[in-house]
């Protein structure tokens, strides 16, 4: 079956930096649009970036672009987030696109994986 399995997050200060890992097996990761969200609590989960099949194309929030990159290799895809603010802080979720309109919205998002904390501190 399809599986994300997430790793990487922790506590990181502001201005350092952390690298988010996400392990796809169970289907054609190739086939698929990628994208990364993040929620905090009582918050509606918040789209950050997301990659195309081939990750010949991105695109950022706002908020994080110049900040965060995202990257995939052939079974897994990455955010690293390069000087994190206290407000980034959140649990952070791989997901796969069920179609290839390049969304951000969660809806559109079919797989997700386990989710793992951020934590920036000032």
């Known amino acids: 079956q399809v599986q994300l399995v997430q790793s990487g997050g922790g506590l990181v200060q502001a201005g350092g930096s952390l690298r988010l890992s996400c392990a796809a097996s169970?289907?054609?990761?190739?086939?698929?649009?990628m994208g990364w969200f993040r929620q905090t609590p009582g918050k509606e989960r918040e789209f950050v970036a997301r990659?195309?099949?081939?990750?010949?194309s991105t695109y950022y929030a706002d908020s994080v672009k110049g900040r965060f990159t995202i990257t995939r290799d052939d079974r897994a895809t990455y955010l690293q987030m390069n000087s994190p603010k206290p407000e980034d802080t959140a649990v952070y979720y791989c997901?796969?696109?069920?179609?290839?309109?390049?969304?951000?919205?969660?809806?559109?998002?079919?797989?997700w994986g386990q989710g793992t904390l951020v934590t920036v501190s000032s």
């Open positions: 997901a796969t696109e069920r179609g290839y309109s390049g969304s951000i919205d969660p809806n559109d998002y079919d797989h």
């Open positions: 990659t195309t099949r081939g990750g010949g």
């Open positions: 169970g289907f054609t990761f190739s086939s698929r649009h």
